[in-house]
Each structure stands twice: as C-alpha cells, then as structure tokens.
C-alpha cells in the first residue's frame, strides 16, 4: 500500500439521523395539510424555508456541526419534498445565506418559525407546529393573492 493513500472511513452516523429528520419533515407535511409535489413554488419554498430551520434547530440541539446540517438538509429536501438534486442543492443555499440576518429578511423570519416548529414537534404539539405554519402560509398566499 502507497503511504500516502488514506482509506476513507466508513461513516454512518448520519444515517438515523436522516430517519429521524424524513419523517419530522413528513409530519410538518402532514400537519400542514399539504401535498407538497400539487403546491405551488410559492408553497413548496415557503414549507422547505421553514423546514430548514426545524433542521437547522435539530443539528444544534445534537451537536452537529455546519457540513452535517448541511448533508442532512440536502438529502432530507430530496427524500421527503422530492426536490432533484440542483434544486434542493440551491434551496439549502438559499436557506444557509437566509440564516444571516440581513440577507433575506422574509427568510430569516420564516427560518425562525421553523425553529420554533422544531420546538414544537419535539414537545409533541402537533396542533401548534399545524398553526404554525399553516399561519406562514396563509399569510404569503393572502398577499399573492392581492
């Protein structure tokens, strides 16, 4: 063997957590009311916009650290909301540049709601973690529609 070749270590340790974060994400669906592949742009970014951010208050409950939250968010945005590859690449780009204030107000906010959504799916109040974002949809679909 060349010394200088290094064997890449077999690293599964995301593997439950992306089980635990696919189905919080089909839950936040379920309470939503939504079918998420029929909604419309607006819906669909709204609902990952939000999800990030219960993702994003997962990864610092558990200690994981920015490329972990990052690989998650990815995978989690292709399993549960169906994204493809490019898209979910660039709606968790959009989320990660959104968590600097300043960046994208709209976002940052709604980032915030997830968190606090995460809040609520782990303190099992599921007719909380409903209202809330069903109030950040219907708010952005009342001014879409004038």
């Not at 070749?5 to 089980?19: A, F, G, H, I, N």
């Not at 590859?85 to 940052?108: K, L, R």
Request: hydrophobic content about 40%.
């Amino acid at each position: 063997m060349w010394p200088f070749t290094k064997s890449k270590e077999d690293d599964t340790s995301l593997v439950p957590r992306r089980d635990e974060l696919n189905t919080m994400a089909r839950t936040l669906l379920e309470v939503a009311r939504l079918d998420f592949d029929s909604s419309s742009q607006l819906e669909q970014a709204l609902t990952a916009t939000f999800l990030f951010g219960m993702i994003f208050a997962h990864g610092s409950t558990h200690g994981m650290q920015p490329h972990e939250v990052h690989a998650l968010s990815l995978v989690v945005f292709q399993d549960t909301l169906h994204y493809s590859d490019a898209a979910a690449a660039e709606g968790v780009q959009q989320a990660i540049s959104a968590s600097t204030p300043g960046y994208h107000n709209t976002m940052h906010a709604i980032i915030h709601r997830g968190i606090d959504g995460h809040r609520q799916y782990v303190e099992g109040d599921r007719a909380g973690l409903g209202e809330n974002i069903q109030s950040v949809l219907a708010h952005f679909r009342k001014n879409e529609e004038g």
